[in-house]
């Protein structure tokens, strides 16, 4: 690890990333354990390692433990997309039904339940660029807001256990109606687990094949899959949960929500969820991260042009709204206000406006368990956070990393 002091940041001031995590979130019992790597011109300048990876058991959190990263997953699904559209196998403007014919006619939902819904025509087709940003009409299950949503949940569509194949929720998703017309709104949905499809689709390779070839060998990503691998199942950290995923309700403190030798990530998924199903380590993200810092290359290995990193963190929700203005979702990842939605992550448009430090297009995303991953290609900064605490929304950590990384920079490089 480098000094700090020599790209541009305080050591006294990193330091304190540390005493708050663990003052506030770990003694506390808030957060079960807390990972933090801090990399900037080109040197890792601070790394934070607090808690426990196992409470039951006593395991304290190793530098080489793994996540359950669930919706960072997403951009690494985005990113292998985009290398097939760079191949020109497939377009951002394609029709989806160009590549699903069974959604040809998706309509969009006009009244009933999922014994009988009704539709109404779609205001223009879903195309490819509506499952990357999020406006493809489609939804989760457990936003638990609406009719279509409650259909989700009743044939189980895009849940990792007993939910049948990714083929199985294609089939499902072609006879039930969008929320909206593709393009009016921003909604958190499956769209990228479709993406997951297409990529085995038109690459004519297994999605998790496609990933293990194409991303995790080039970016030296070792323990990165959709399970942990044989051998290093005892690395695996267990998850918590507060309240319900999606509610406000806090409980005191966190219960053990998934024991990690009993984990479904023990063995392949039936389902391989490109929106939420990877496993991954605060080292092996980093690498992802540092690729897209690095304009789509690290060490040697190029996955994308700098030209279409550029396209996939500019703002593309329709008129440069932004996720204030646009999202139906229950709740969100981030602040949506000043920030826009691109290619696979979100982007800050107006840096004023979410009230915490940030640079305009920084570049962000994160994971139900209270992950979180951010890109500053103007400050050559890049930061992963891992825990494993469900639902995203019980605490404000990540505002407050960003507050107190972006207050240890004592040279801005934009």
Known sequence: MSKPESVGLSSDRLARIDRFLDERYIKTGKLPCAQVKVWRG???????????????????????????IYSMTKPVTSVAFMML???????????????IPAWANLGVYDGGTVDGFRTKPCARPMQIVDLLRHTSG?????????????????????????????????????????????????????????????????????????????????????????????GEEGRLTACYAVGALGSKQVADKPKLQEDPTKSVYLRAPELVSGGGGLVSTAEDYLRFCRMLLNGGELDGARLLSPKTLHLMTANHLPGGQDMATMSRSLFSEANYAGVGFGLGFAVTVDPALPLIPGSAGDFFWGGAASTFFWVDPLEDLTVV????????SAYPVRRELRTLVYSAITESFA
């Not at 040197?43 to 808690?51: C, I």
């Not at 956070?385 to 995203?392: D, G, R, V």
């Open 385 to 392: 956070f891992l825990t494993q605490l469900l639902p995203s």
């Open 85 to 99: 559209v760079e191949q020109g196998l497939v377009a951002l403007d394609d029709p989806v039904a160009k590549h």
């Open 42 to 68: 080109g040197k890792l300048a601070h790394s934070t390692l607090l808690g426990s990876a196992d409470i039951e058991r006593g395991k304290p959190l190793s530098e080489d433990s793994i996540f359950r």
């Open 138 to 230: 489609l939804t989760y299950g457990f936003q638990q807001m609406t009719n279509v949503d409650a259909a989700y949940r009743k044939l189980k569509v895009g849940e990792f256990v007993d939910a049948g194949s990714l083929d199985d929720m294609i089939a499902d998703l072609a006879r039930l109606p969008l929320e909206f017309s593709p393009g009016e709104a921003w909604n958190y949905s499956v769209s990228t687990d479709v993406l997951g499809y297409l990529v085995g689709k038109i690459s004519g390779r297994p999605f998790p094949v496609y990933l293990e070839e194409e991303i995790f060998k080039p970016l030296g990503m070792k323990d990165t899959a959709f399970q942990v691998r044989k």
